[in-house]
């Protein structure tokens, strides 16, 4: 089954909901072509999805930054939880002060979770199933997904706060 190159492979995986929202917008706009009243009214609403689709997947492949990575992330009832080769640890969503990105020596970056009283969560970001991190971020208030994502991309050579906590 190697008729795939791994690079072409890896390229789909990477952006497979953006592929996804793009049939889907293929698919409505032949339904608005091809058709005249309600199976036309659906095309249009099956377009809208598809771009919405689109969207979101395109934000989720830029997140995605690799993988192989050191250790195992998981999210489970607002808790993140990192599995690593030498240190692991868990924070809660709700409890998270700040959100940074730091580089390290060997060119690959973390993402640093803060949360008050306990040490950082260090997490590599290919680290395997680190993509769970983008919904966990998400759900926090005033964290700005493009921000993330231009700094995640631009990969910076110095700390990044990429969302701290409101003062309460």
């Given at each position: 089954m190697g008729f795939i190159r791994p690079?072409?492979?890896a390229f789909f995986w990477r952006w497979r909901e953006a592929f996804v929202g793009l049939g889907i917008?293929?698919?409505?706009?032949?339904l608005v072509a091809t058709s005249?009243?309600?199976?036309?009214?659906?095309?249009m609403i099956v377009t809208v999805i598809g771009?919405?689709?689109?969207?979101?997947g395109?934000?989720?492949?830029r997140f995605r930054v690799g993988n192989g990575g050191a250790g195992l992330v998981q999210v489970d009832e607002r808790a993140v939880i990192y599995f690593g080769p030498l240190e692991g640890g868990t924070v809660s969503i709700d409890a998270l002060m700040q959100v940074e990105l730091h580089p390290i020596p060997d060119g690959g970056h973390l993402w640093v979770l803060i949360e008050e009283g306990r040490a950082p969560l260090r997490i590599p970001t290919d680290a395997e199933h680190s993509e769970d991190l983008f919904d966990a971020f998400g759900a926090l208030e005033g964290f700005e997904t493009q921000h993330m994502?231009?700094?995640l991309n631009a990969l910076p050579a110095q700390p990044v706060?990429?969302?701290q906590a409101s003062a309460p």
């Open positions: 690079e072409t492979k917008l293929i698919w409505g706009i032949w005249i009243g309600l199976t036309s009214t659906f095309g771009i919405v689709w689109i969207f979101a395109s934000q989720r492949a994502l231009n700094a706060v990429i969302w």
